[in-house]
């Protein structure tokens, strides 16, 4: 029973795996947000376009 009472230690290696995924995956995030930007504005413009009769020979 004296294990339960112990503290969990983490391996030296797989903390810094454990790391290195976070960081990834923050990474990942904020390239994601900034693509989702892109594509907001991307939008933003086809509705204007839209909107002007732009696009009226494409979309009929």
Same mark, same amino acid.
């Given at each position: 029973m004296d294990e339960l009472n112990? /503290? *969990? #230690?983490v /391996?030296?290696?797989e903390r810094i795996a454990e790391l290195n995924a976070l @960081? *990834? @995956? !923050? +990474?990942? +995030? #904020?390239?994601l947000?900034?693509?989702i930007g892109t594509l907001e504005e991307e +939008?933003? &413009?086809l509705? &204007?376009?839209?909107? !002007?009769g732009? *696009? &009226?020979g494409i979309l009929n």
């Open positions: 112990e /503290p *969990f #230690i /391996p030296h290696d @960081l *990834f @995956l !923050r +990474n990942e +995030n #904020i390239r947000k900034e693509h +939008n933003k &413009y509705k &204007y376009k839209v909107k !002007r732009g *696009f &009226y």
